[in-house]
Nanobody, 126 residues
């Protein structure tokens, strides 16, 4: 059974850094693209795309701001993906999810993803 487990979230001050990890099991990891999404605080919020990485390593980021501060990576042999986040600010506060989509899927569309982790909380204080 497919399983994704995020770790590495927690409290951090503005300007700090965190690296989120995603451990995959139960499916052929290199047959899937990997994405990172977040759900910001507040009622009715949808998960929004943050960054993604294709099975062969091509990356995509939501905005230039994210691209300047975050790095998405993966290791197919280890069945792991990471999201390195630097220069964090309170607007980055939220629950971060890793997800897996079959290869050649859209990275930005959450509907592409068939497997999701439970999420890890990131809280950035000012």
């Amino acid at each position: 059974q497919a399983h994704l487990a995020e770790s590495g979230g927690g409290p951090v001050q503005t300007g700090g850094s965190l690296t989120l990890s995603c451990a995959a099991s139960g499916f052929t990891f290199d047959a899937f693209e990997m994405g990172w999404f977040r759900r910001l605080p507040g009622p009715g919020r949808d998960r929004e795309f943050v960054a993604g990485i294709r099975w062969a390593g091509a990356t995509q980021y939501d905005t230039d701001d994210v691209k300047e501060r975050f790095v998405v990576s993966r290791d197919n042999a280890q069945k792991m993906a990471w999201l390195q986040m630097t220069n964090l600010n309170p607007d980055d506060t939220g629950t971060y999810y890793c997800a897996a989509a079959p290869v050649y899927s859209s990275l930005t569309n959450p509907e592409s993803y068939s497997h999701w982790g439970q999420g890890t909380q990131v809280t950035v204080s000012s």
